[in-house]
């Protein structure tokens, strides 16, 4: 055999050798990663389809709470949704709720205490409504409109009766809230026998009062709101669980200093005790948050 041949046929040996299952072999490990990589993208694609459903999901629950006026429910969404995205816009939206909860709850307040004959009550909440709550601060307006007549019937009715010291208290505390209601201002000034600049005196003093009752009474909700669905510790070193939001319902279990509370729901009886449902009842909280030790 030839050089020139032998050269040949080595150099074709060598060519097979590199071109033929080194090759194969390449292109095994290019499709498998390839594959990999496709794979990854797939997944990385479903992950987050799935969880632009969910979110676009929870929106959707949020808004069927909205519709049926439920928005403490409505702000949990909220609250999960902006711990999730951390979209600003969903903790703007979680405020809100908060705001129409709280109005929602002093509406339900108010009318109770127009109910109960509580007209002066009934107005001092009304007078709380916040504008940005349309519906519901035109609903108050006009309630306090109409409440208006039954706080001067009611105190004309005490007089008749010769109760004029219950009437005196009720339109001073009135005038305090209505300072520019003449007819009720012209009663008290018969009644408690007062000149016009006692009764100006009189009314600047009660609107004062008001307006700081009124204020705490406005953090009172604010405080029950923000404790919903959350969990809180016995800070006193026992407290009642009651059947009802109230001293006067029955104990029905009691539970210790460190005990754990997961409240489902509150009840703002005044701004000084906030009612807490939890497991098996009611808690106040000022077992929880230090007041009572």
């Known amino acids: 055999m030839s050089k020139e041949k032998y050269t040949n046929n080595f150099d074709s040996y060598d060519e097979y050798d590199e071109s033929g299952p080194s090759n194969d072999k390449r292109k095994k490990i290019l499709f498998i990663v390839g594959g990999l990589v496709v794979l990854a993208l797939i997944v990385a694609g479903g992950i987050f389809a799935k969880g632009k459903m969910e979110i676009s999901s929870l929106n ?19 609250s999960d949704l902006y711990s999730k995205t951390g979209d600003v ?31 002066v009550k009934a107005i001092a909440i009304y ?15 006009d309630k306090i409109s109409s409440l208006k007549s ?11 009766s010769g109760n004029t010291t ?8 009135y005038l305090g809230l209505i300072p520019d ?3 009720a201002s012209d009663l008290y000034k018969k009644v408690a026998g007062k000149t016009e600049t006692e009764v100006n005196q009189v009314v600047v003093k009660e609107s004062s009062s008001q307006s700081s009752s009124s204020s705490n ?33 029955p104990s029905v ?41």
């Not at 007078?127 to 307006?141: C, T």
């Not at 009611?154 to 008749?160: F, G």
């Not at 219950?166 to 505390?173: G, R």
């Not at 669905?229 to 059947?243: L, M």
Request: net charge neutral; proline share 1%.
């Open 253 to 293: 279990n009691t539970v210790y200093k460190g005990d754990e509370i997961y409240i489902f729901d509150t009840y703002v009886e005044s701004a000084n005790r906030i009612w807490c449902k939890t497991y098996g009842g009611w808690i106040s909280y000022n077992t929880l948050n230090g007041n009572i030790r």
């Open 127 to 141: 007078k709380q409504i916040p504008a940005e709550d349309k519906d519901n601060y035109k609903k108050a307006s």
């Open 150 to 160: 039954d706080v001067v019937k009611k105190a004309s009715s005490m007089i008749d």
């Open 89 to 119: 816009e969903y903790k703007s939206k979680k405020n809100q709720m908060d705001i129409m909860a709280e109005t929602k709850s002093s509406m339900e307040e108010a009318k109770n205490l127009e109910q109960q004959g509580e007209y």
């Open 60 to 78: 959707k629950k949020a808004e069927n709470f909205i519709d049926i006026k439920d928005y403490q429910e409505a702000a949990k969404i909220y």
């Open 166 to 173: 219950s009437a005196s208290s009720l339109l001073s505390e």
């Open 181 to 183: 209601d003449k007819t």
């Open 217 to 249: 009474l406005s953090a009172a909700h604010r405080t029950a709101n923000s404790i919903n669905g959350s969990y809180q510790y016995v800070t006193a070193k026992e407290a009642n669980i009651r059947s009802g939001p109230s001293k006067s319902s």
